[in-house]
């Protein structure tokens, strides 16, 4: 009879081990799906924050623009024994592009630019010669026309950019450009589009010229 009743707790203590065992497994599978959730939520709301900053990215580049404002302009000039013959001709009776000139606006309803040195990327490209930050001052020079005085072009202003090519090529007679030759010249500002303009020369250089 003794030995019945041990071998009865034996069984009744399994039973019971048995059970707090399932608690505690129970309770591991709560906390890992209660971490779980909050995991699952947390990446939720990150995604969501990431894809408003993208959104609001996205509406800037796409609220932020330039374009032309009437046509392109080339000129030519020479410098000869020191002194600068403005629309001449070189040595060798040739005519030589020294400049290239274009105004730009604000696209009707987009954010203002910023015109600034250090925001504002100019960068050239010819057969011959590639330019990917022009040098402003020397390279090339940002001017507004038509506007309140700051940095920012705005709606309703102008501003013009001139194209040294002379100073790209270190002097008027090393300038390479040829008639019909392609000259691409790209406004970057630090939001919003690029203002891409590619133009061909004439098939004759000439003092001035409308390439349109």
């Known amino acids: 009879m003794r030995r019945n009743t041990r071998i009865g707790s034996k069984r009744g203590a399994r039973r019971g081990l048995t059970g707090l065992e399932t608690a505690i497994i129970l309770i591991a599978f709560v906390i890992v799906a209660a971490a779980f959730a909050f995991a699952v939520l947390n990446l939720g709301f990150s995604s969501t924050q990431k894809s408003g900053e993208v959104l609001k990215a996205g509406l800037e580049e796409a609220t932020s623009s330039i374009e032309l404002a009437g ?22 009776g040739t005519m030589k592009v020294a400049n290239i000139t274009l105004y730009v606006k604000t696209a009707v309803g987009k954010r203002p630019v910023d015109m600034s040195t250090n925001t504002l990327v100019i960068s050239y490209l010819d057969p011959y010669k590639a330019v990917d930050r022009l040098t402003r001052g020397s390279e090339a020079d940002v001017e507004e026309i038509q506007g309140d005085g ?40 630090s939001t919003g589009s690029i203002l891409k303009v590619e133009r061909m020369l004439p098939p004759a ?3 001035v010229m409308d390439l349109a």
């Open 71 to 92: 046509s392109v302009e080339a000129t030519s000039s020479i410098e000869l024994a020191g002194s600068v013959i403005a629309m001449g001709e070189n040595a060798s």
């Open 150 to 189: 700051d940095t920012l072009l705005e709606y309703g202003e102008v501003w013009k950019v001139v194209i040294h090519v002379d100073q790209i090529y270190n002097g008027i007679a090393n300038v390479q450009l040829q008639p019909n030759d392609v000259v691409t010249i790209e406004i970057k500002p």
């Open 205 to 207: 250089i000439d003092y």
